[in-house]
């Protein structure tokens, strides 16, 4: 991971371009109309990274001429360290410029996670990006910057203890209105919708755990995740392959993958379930022992409101199962236009079938993840610790997960 902010923000932006190049090379090819969109998705993320580069400026102005800066994470413990000790300035007044240029910093990471208030653009442009794109967006580029997220500020704001509870704070003000961006979604038809307004509280979720100073639930923060990513990859996959076949943009139309394969359209059931919390899948463990840990660390507000919105949101992919198994021949979604559009495959094509194969051998491993993750889960905890141990660098306890214990009381 990179220790330099210049570096760090020319990944950052490497990032987004490749993206754009990306979406732009699948909308020549597919020659659909959403340049508008991929336009303004640019736009957006080029414009709000002019604040992180005034929050560095904030630094190089604090920054005095005895600190050896070098634009790294540690050189703001330094100028901190150095600026405190030298009787000539204000402490407090150095400690709210760390906290205005860190809050200056944030402002893009907090944007390209699409946490809310910065989520009221993602329906919008969302909406208007082909699915493949999508695919893209919604998992790689919001893994990279959740990793991104976690090193630059969960360790990098550690070096100076008086920002811990400023760095708690802020994030609260973004996490928790995430959590119910999701509720929006209810009774919503068009799926990239569905999945933008989702994907704002599943993010609120993952980030809550990387914000509470702590290890285990950084640690499930991290499983929730990859968890949630494989779900998209293999829901997305799924659309991808089927809009070869049918122009998918309706939940109602989610029938139709029934008529394409029984592997998918099961996969697609447990997919839901999962995304619902239900037991005995993957989505159940995750949530739970997520909120069970910010609740642990002393963060009943976040444990409760992840609770409620979690279960507000189980509606919401329950709505979209039934919609799955409910639908009957006579249904007027089978009159829409069946007809294959801005395809990227020519069914039959070798690249095409080597694409079925592929997504059908992930879906059979998703299927298997999500039916047998609580027998894997103390594996994967010891895994994701270890992982979250190197990032927090802190030393609270670590408890083992008994899933044994917890299933048994759930079944009684």
């Known amino acids: 991971m990179v220790y330099n902010y210049f570096l760090l923000f020319v ?27 991929l336009l303004q998705f ?46 000539d300035y204000d402490k407090t007044v150095v400690l709210l410029s760390v906290k205005l240029a860190m809050a200056l910093i944030i402002v893009p990471i907090v944007f390209k996670l699409t946490l809310a208030p910065f989520s009221v653009w993602i329906a919008t442009i969302y909406s208007e990006l082909p699915v493949i794109v999508l695919f893209i967006v919604m998992t ?13 500020f969960v360790e990098a704001v550690n070096l ?89 943009v ?28 239900l037991p005995p899948f993957s989505g159940f463990f995750t949530k739970y022992f997520l909120f069970l840990s910010l609740y642990n660390s002393g963060n009943v507000v976040l444990a409760m409101a992840g609770l409620a919105s979690s279960v507000l949101m189980a509606i919401i992919y329950l709505q979209m199962t039934l ?28 690249v095409y079938e080597y694409m079925c194969a592929l997504v059908k051998g992930f879906l059979i491993f998703l299927l298997a993840y999500n039916i047998l993750f609580s027998l894997a889960l103390p594996e994967i905890y010891n895994i994701a610790y270890d992982f979250a141990f190197h990032l927090f660098n802190l030393g609270d306890i670590k408890y083992e997960v008994d899933v044994a214990r917890i299933t048994s009381e759930l079944s009684n």
């Open 250 to 277: 309706n939940l109602a139309q989610l029938f139709l993958i029934k008529r394409y394969s029984s592997l998918c359209y099961w996969s697609l059931f447990i997919i839901f379930l999962s995304l619902a919390g």
């Open 160 to 248: 100076i203890p008086e920002l811990a509870s400023f760095w708690t704070d802020s994030m609260f003000l973004f996490v928790l209105p995430s959590m119910f961006v999701g509720c929006f979604a209810y009774r919503v038809q068009d799926l990239k919708t569905v999945l933008a307004l989702t994907t704002v509280s599943q993010m609120g979720y993952i980030v809550s755990g990387l914000t509470v100073q702590s290890t285990v639930a950084g640690s499930y923060s991290m499983i929730y995740l990859v968890t949630y990513c494989f779900q998209l990859f293999g829901l997305l996959a799924l659309i991808i392959l089927l809009q070869n076949k049918f122009d998918i």
């Open 140 to 152: 790689v580029y919001k893994a990279v910057y959740v990793l991104i997220f976690t090193r630059l």
């Open 323 to 350: 919609q799955l198994i409910t639908v009957k021949e006579s249904h007027s979604a089978f009159t829409f236009d069946q007809t294959a559009k801005n395809t990227l495959f020519v069914e039959r094509d070798s």
């Open 11 to 37: 990944i950052m932006e490497a990032v987004t371009l490749s993206i754009v190049i990306i979406a732009g090379i699948v909308l020549s090819v597919t020659r659909t109309k959403s340049l508008k969109a």
């Open 42 to 87: 640019l736009v957006l993320n080029l414009s709000v990274s002019t604040f992180y580069l005034l929050g560095v400026a904030v630094l190089l102005w604090l920054a005095p001429h005895s600190v050896d800066f070098t634009l790294n994470y540690e050189a703001v413990s330094a100028i901190f360290t150095a600026v405190a000790a030298d009787n």
